[in-house]
């Protein structure tokens, strides 16, 4: 028994007790909250069989482990397989508010207690700062307010400050309990807004658990006006009343007049001017009907302004304004006074009626016309609208006119059928009669048409929407807009002009020319393309392009693993450039070790972002990539007529994602090839040859048209695309159809009376161009120089004809004859016939310009220098002559014998395994007559 208790002390004195820890987190954060274990060496071994370990919140069981089985609440997560090093933590995935409390963990191997420590956890929500937008009235008591919402736990600590300097010193407020659980509070300022407030930079600085905020702003401060009241005299009781209010010394511009007569609101026009002092000034008149003015009574002019609770007003009483005498009684001389008077106001209202109905006239006439409105958005490709509102009483009279920059603008637009749709007659003078008596007219400029031809004006579309009647007073109004396409090599930098006058008159009312306009076009972004890099195999660039944006500027950021690359990881973009129709393209690379990537679950991808896209663009792209190898194109061995297949090998790439197209490449051509894609091609594969490479065969079963076999310079294209190319990777394949020639079974030879012996053969048909080698010789062969000619049979096959003339001599040259010219240029037939047709009789004749005496085969060496030389002259003159080659043949044991001539050639061909030989020998009977 005292053994047990003694081990049992032992024991408790090795555990490690741990004092209460705090952890503070933010909402929504992921927390670990540590429970480490130092087990004694004594236990050796641990097994996971014999630990029992348990978390518990306030009580409440929250994790266990018992048995090698856990047990745990939703939201906590612990590592098992790390019991045995110690480490029993345990992980909030979610913090939140009511996760908080008093965490406990115990741990116990084979029932005795090793550890027990606790952990206070608690959400630590820094607050959000906000001012709202408020209007503070000059030397007037007002108060400020700032919130501060979202924060856990309380208090907040709020101080004011003017210019850095602090105008309220920290005071504490405990914030009320929203539904979400976390606080909102408000702190106060109340002060004298000055003069000198006006451009002042006022803050709230809040402070929370050890952390400070501060929102800067400045004031909106409003100056209230001073208010006068007066009225137009009036010389009759009965006419209608003019009142007008005098609105000074007020701030900001913005600011509403009201007329009230005994409480009843009236309505009202506008005129602002500013002081000289920065604040504004406005008089409103208001007429008052004869049935107003009888009624009397108090008269208020009530000035609002953004902040003023209570609106400043101006009042009088009419009868004050408008004092009333009783009616006059007037005298006999009185009377005639005025019955004169009368007469003479009719004289000059007479006189004048006509330049007041000239007047009215041209006010009738008079246009207000606004400024061009442009759509918030001009996207290349995308319609867009430009439109001017004209308003007036006689707008069905007004012609618009629209202008690019000053080049006129003709619709382009209209059909046959859009036409008779909308009733109007278009004519080359480019003046359309639209309804209402309308006319938009484009006169011919002498700068001559928008563009070069009406294929390339681009889109535009005229639109006329009115007259509508704006008011009863009989304004009408008129919108007039146009509708176009942008175009970048167009619209860019320029600007829409309108011009509007009245039809037949030359003047021009009005003038509006609009803003200039940025024209958006979204970037094309291709996917992320991964190479290695030639100067470090151990790093691997990625690049990622855009292409066909509008305007130039563009941001590109790349991540990795959640987390955005340093700067010093990615090369700097490629600085845009346009191409021939204004888009701009882009490129952006960053560099990664490969050992990252080829672990395969690197997550890697790029943000693309651009003033045209409303979301940014994304790339990504996960593990290694290897750039595949292509063979070349291999053909099926097959007859002309029988269909045959061409293959093409893709060997080490990764990833297995590959695509082969086959395309058909005619004679001379090297672009748009992508309209002639054959169909039919296959690919056996990818498989797997190595953990990260793979292997694939594309082939195309195919038969040769009657076209193609015609195009001799033709082909096929094998195009292999893979992720890692940044171009794709094509063999080419060219259209040659290999027939085997016809061979004649023997040389045909003919002999000329000097020795000279012309030998030939005749192929036809093949293809390509069999190769020929003649040689001549006794026992031993020699090279012989030939001449072939290819010309078209009667048959319309091609034939070839190979011509080699030889003159055979049993005597050894000379060291100091001429032997190397000999062999460059020989003794030459002049004689056309014998190199065309060798088989035509009399071809005797060859050597008949070759003097008598030298008939003798075996001439003396100054004689055949001489030869030599008249040969080189011969030939300089006649370049096409027949080259003839010299054999010596050696003589034999006896004088009497010699060896006996052999010419051979040897033909080779693609078709032809082995090459094939044709020999002639010359006959005994003409050896023995010949000696």
């Not at 060859?846 to 011969?874: A, F, P």
Request: glycine fraction near 6%; proline fraction near 7%.
């Amino acid at each position: 028994m005292r053994c047990k208790v003694l081990v049992y002390v032992v024991l408790l004195a090795l555990i490690k007790h741990v004092f209460p820890s705090e952890i503070q987190a933010s909402p929504n954060s992921r927390v670990i909250l540590p429970c480490n274990v130092t087990f004694p060496p004594s236990l050796g071994q641990i097994d996971n069989s014999l630990i029992k370990a348990g978390w518990t919140r306030n009580g409440s069981d929250v994790a266990s482990f018992s048995q090698a089985v856990e047990q745990k609440q939703e939201g906590f997560s612990w590592d098992t397989g790390d019991f045995v090093n110690g480490d029993f933590s345990l992980t909030i995935l979610r913090a939140s508010l009511d996760l908080q409390g008093v965490y406990e963990c115990t741990v116990s191997y084979n029932s005795i207690m090793q550890h027990s420590s606790n952990t206070t956890f608690s959400i630590l929500a820094s607050p959000v700062l906000s001012v709202p937008q408020q209007w503070v009235v000059l030397e007037t008591e007002s108060q400020l307010k700032c919130n501060a919402g979202g924060f856990y736990p309380p208090p907040v600590t709020f101080s004011w400050t003017r210019d850095g300097q602090v105008i309220q010193p920290p005071y504490n407020v405990e914030g009320e309990l929203t539904a979400d659980g976390y606080y909102m509070a408000v702190g106060n300022l109340t002060f004298f807004p000055s003069r000198e407030d006006q451009n002042m930079t006022f803050g709230c600085k809040v402070s929370h658990s050890g952390s400070h905020q501060e929102l800067d702003f400045q004031l909106n401060i409003t100056y209230q006006p001073f208010v006068r009241l007066s009225v137009v005299p009036s010389r009759s009781d009965s006419s209608p009343l003019t009142l007008y209010c005098d609105v000074e010394s007020f701030y900001p511009e913005e600011v509403s007049v009201s007329w009230l007569q005994n409480g009843t609101v009236l309505p009202e026009t506008v005129n602002v001017d500013q002081n000289p002092d920065g604040t504004f000034r406005t008089r409103r008149y208001y007429t008052l009907s004869a049935a107003q003015r009888e009624q009397g009574g108090k008269l208020e002019c009530a000035v609002n302004q953004p902040g003023v609770v209570h609106p400043v007003s101006g009042t009088a009483f009419l009868e004050k304004l408008d004092p009333r005498d009783e009616a006059p009684v007037l005298t006999k001389a009185a009377k005639a006074s005025v019955a004169m008077m009368c007469i003479s106001i009719v004289l000059v209202f007479l006189l004048c009626f006509g330049f007041s109905w000239r007047r009215r006239d041209e006010k009738q006439k008079s246009l207000n016309v606004s400024g061009i409105i442009l759509p918030p958005r001009v996207t290349v490709g995308q319609k867009g609208r430009v439109s001017v509102s004209i308003e007036g009483r006689r707008v069905d009279r007004v012609q618009a006119v629209w202008f690019l920059n000053d080049t006129p603008i003709t619709d382009t637009s209209l059909t046959e059928a859009s036409k008779s749709n909308f009733n109007c007659l278009y004519n080359p003078l480019t003046t359309i009669h639209l309804p209402y008596g309308l006319t938009l007219t484009s006169p011919v400029s002498e700068k001559g048409r928008l563009l070069p031809s009406r294929e390339e004006m681009g889109y535009y579309k005229l639109h006329t929407q009115g007259p509508l009647h704006s008011s009863g007073s009989g304004v009408q109004q008129l919108i007039a807009s146009l509708t176009f396409i942008p175009q970048i090599s167009i619209h860019k930098g320029a600007v829409f002009k309108c011009q509007v006058s009245y039809l037949g008159k030359d003047k021009i009312v009005a003038e509006r020319v609009s803003e200039k306009f940025t024209i958006l076009s979204a970037p094309e972004v291709s996917e992320i393309q991964l190479a290695e890099t030639p100067s470090d195999p151990d790093v691997i660039s990625m690049t990622v392009r855009a292409s066909h944006f509008h305007p130039d500027v563009i941001t590109f950021r790349w991540f990795c693993e959640g987390s955005e690359l340093s700067p010093v990881a990615s090369q700097a973009s490629s600085s845009p450039r346009p191409n021939s129709e204004g888009f701009f393209s882009a490129s952006s690379q960053c560099k990664l070790p490969r050992s990252e990537l080829e672990r395969g679950g690197t997550k890697v991808w790029v943000s693309v972002h651009h003033i045209a896209l409303k979301q940014p663009v994304t790339r990504e792209t996960r593990g290694f990539i290897k750039s595949p190898r292509v063979s070349d194109i291999i053909r099926s061995i097959s007859t002309p007529d029988q269909p045959f297949t061409l293959g093409c090998e893709i060997t080490d790439f990764y990833p297995p994602n590959v695509s082969v197209t086959w395309l058909k490449l005619r004679e001379g051509e090297r672009d748009d090839r992508e309209d002639e894609v054959i169909e039919g091609g296959e690919m056996w594969g990818p498989v797997q040859t190595q953990p990260r490479l793979y292997r694939a065969t594309a082939t195309l079963r195919r038969r040769a048209t009657n076209e193609e076999k015609k195009e001799r310079g033709g082909g096929i294209i094998c195009r292999v695309e893979h992720c890692s190319l940044t171009e794709p990777i094509e063999r080419y394949w060219r259209n040659v159809d290999i027939v085997a020639p016809s061979i004649p079974s023997s040389i045909s030879v003919c002999w000329s009376s000097e020795g000279v012996g012309v030998f030939s053969l005749l192929l036809k048909g093949g293809h390509p161009k069999a190769k020929l080698v003649w040689a001549a010789g006794g026992a031993a062969l020699s090279p012989l120089v030939s001449n072939e000619t290819e010309e078209i049979g009667d048959d319309g096959q091609r034939e070839m004809k190979s011509l080699c003339a030889l003159e055979r001599s049993t005597s050894m040259p000379s060291p100091t004859s001429k032997q190397p010219e000999r062999q460059k240029n020989g003794h030459a037939i002049k004689t056309k016939a014998a190199v065309t047709d060798p088989d035509t009789e009399g071809i005797e004749y060859i050597d008949e310009k070759v003097d008598g005496e030298n008939n003798n085969i075996d001439r003396d060496e100054e004689t055949k220098s001489e030869l030599d030389e008249d040969s080189d002259k011969d030939t300089d003159e006649e370049p096409g002559g027949l080259y003839i080659n010299k054999v010596n043949l050696r003589q034999g044991a006896r004088e009497s014998e010699r060896s006996r001539l052999r010419v051979s050639v040897e033909i080779t061909h693609p078709t032809l395994r082995l090459p094939v030989y044709r020999t002639w020998t010359e006959p005994n009977e003409e050896n023995s007559s010949t000696a």
